[in-house]
């Protein structure tokens, strides 16, 4: 059966991060410090950046990174993840992830500038450009991922809009053992979540908190 996933970096003091995205900081200033101990993990270098050779953390971190990639069949993303806000007036701009992006399947980018020509690119991802509810979108991915899951990959605002749809499944909190002060907050208008979902913790030896709520 086909599950909605979430996985989401956040701070002790339940920050995202800060700032606006810009193509020399697509994901938002402090980023870098939030996801450390993810980037640090031997499966995000052999997945995202293609390092065979055996180096990178592993335990409990790369135990969760590995199961971030598993069973996906299709992604939803918000255009700032896409990277649309980078060059938004280039028609070849194919966004920030390269010419081999590290999803291999059908993701469905939500932007109020579609409709755009769908993007093929290597390794069998295909970018396909939406401006229609969540509720819509979904329910095409969800017939894409055929039986697989959906995992809404962000960033903060197309995720805050899937949980505030009562959409997800199985969100994954990585809080990482900082704390930021300022940001976009993730739990604003999202109280009560732990009485829909069953809430499981572990704590990494990076000093990174993995909660899972699940239904």
Same mark, same amino acid.
């Given at each position: 059966?086909? &599950?909605?996933?979430?996985?989401?970096?956040? #701070?002790?003091?339940?920050?995202?991060? #800060?700032?606006?995205?810009?193509?020399?900081?697509?994901?938002?200033?402090?980023?870098?410090? $939030?996801?450390? *101990?993810?980037?640090?993990? &031997?499966?995000?270098?052999? +997945?995202? %950046?293609?390092?065979?050779?055996?180096?990178?953390?592993?335990?409990?971190?790369?135990?969760?990174? #590995?199961?971030?990639?598993?069973?996906?069949? #299709?992604?939803?993303?918000?255009?700032?993840?896409?990277?649309?806000?980078?060059?938004?007036?280039?028609?070849?701009?194919?966004?920030?992830?390269?010419?081999?992006?590290?999803?291999?399947?059908?993701?469905?980018?939500?932007?109020?500038? *579609?409709?755009?020509?769908?993007?093929? +690119?290597?390794?069998?991802?295909? %970018?396909? %450009?939406?401006?229609?509810?969540?509720?819509?979108?979904?329910?095409?991915?969800?017939? *894409?991922?055929?039986?697989?899951?959906?995992?809404?990959?962000?960033?903060?605002?197309?995720? &805050?809009?899937?949980?505030?749809?009562?959409?997800?499944?199985?969100?994954?909190? +990585?809080?990482?053992?900082?704390? $930021?002060?300022?940001?976009?907050?993730?739990?604003?208008?999202?109280?009560? $979540?732990?009485?829909?979902? *069953?809430?499981?913790?572990?704590?990494?030896?990076?000093?990174?908190?993995?909660?899972?709520?699940?239904?």
């Amino acid at each position: 059966m086909t &599950r909605v996933r979430i996985d989401l970096f956040l #701070s002790l003091d339940g920050y995202v991060a #800060s700032a606006e995205p810009s193509p020399d900081s697509p994901m938002g200033a402090d980023w870098e410090r $939030l996801t450390a *101990a993810y980037t640090a993990t &031997r499966t995000f270098r052999s +997945m995202v %950046f293609g390092d065979t050779g055996g180096a990178g953390t592993t335990g409990v971190d790369d135990k969760y990174a #590995s199961a971030f990639f598993e069973g996906i069949g #299709s992604e939803v993303m918000g255009a700032g993840m896409f990277g649309l806000h980078s060059f938004p007036d280039d028609p070849n701009w194919k966004g920030w992830w390269g010419d081999q992006p590290p999803f291999h399947t059908p993701v469905y980018v939500l932007t109020h500038t *579609a409709p755009r020509p769908s993007i093929p +690119m290597e390794g069998g991802t295909v %970018f396909h %450009f939406r401006d229609d509810s969540v509720e819509a979108v979904l329910a095409e991915a969800t017939e *894409a991922a055929g039986g697989r899951d959906v995992r809404v990959g962000g960033g903060i605002g197309t995720a &805050r809009e899937f949980l505030l749809a009562g959409l997800v499944d199985h969100l994954h909190l +990585m809080i990482a053992p900082v704390i $930021l002060g300022r940001g976009t907050r993730l739990w604003d208008d999202l109280g009560g $979540l732990e009485s829909t979902h *069953a809430i499981m913790t572990e704590v990494a030896e990076s000093g990174t908190i993995h909660v899972n709520f699940t239904r």
